[in-house]
C-alpha cells in the first residue's frame, strides 16, 4: 500500500547535472530517515546519500561536493540533485526510506542514470 515513485533519471553528458526525485504515497509513514542508494552492473548496492530525521546528511566520499540531497518533509518527498557528473556515476539509484511501521525499509523502483563522455 506504500509505494515509492522516482523520476529525474535519464541521459546526460559529463559536466551535467540531473536532479531526482522520490514521493511516498499510499499509507502514512512515519519517517526516520530518507535517502539514496545506487547500483551500477556487477557491483553491489551503495549507499550514496543520506538525510535521517534532524537534517544531518552523510554522503559517499565519490560524491562530496557534487550531489546535494534534500527532503521535503510535508510532502514526504526527497531529492538528489547531482551536478558535475562523471561517467563512474552511471548507475540505477534506488531511492530509500526507512521507517518505523515495519517492514521499515523501503525502496523505490529504480530510476536509470546515464553519464556519456
Known amino acids: 500500500q506504500v509505494h515509492l515513485v522516482e523520476s529525474g533519471g535519464g541521459l546526460v553528458q559529463a559536466g551535467g547535472s540531473l536532479r531526482l526525485s522520490c514521493a511516498a504515497s499510499g499509507n502514512i509513514l512515519i519517517i526516520t530517515s530518507m535517502g539514496w542508494y545506487r547500483q551500477a552492473p556487477g557491483k553491489q548496492r551503495e549507499l550514496v546519500a543520506a538525510?535521517?530525521?534532524?537534517?544531518?546528511?552523510n554522503y559517499a566520499d565519490s560524491v562530496k561536493g557534487r550531489f546535494t540531497i534534500s527532503r521535503d518533509n510535508a510532502k514526504n518527498t526527497v531529492y538528489l540533485q547531482m551536478n558535475s557528473l562523471k561517467p563512474e556515476d552511471t548507475a540505477v539509484y534506488y531511492c530509500n526510506v526507512q521507517a518505523w511501521q515495519y517492514p521499515h525499509n523501503y525502496w523505490g523502483q529504480g530510476t536509470q542514470v546515464t553519464v556519456s563522455s
Open positions: 538525510m535521517p530525521n534532524g537534517g544531518s546528511t
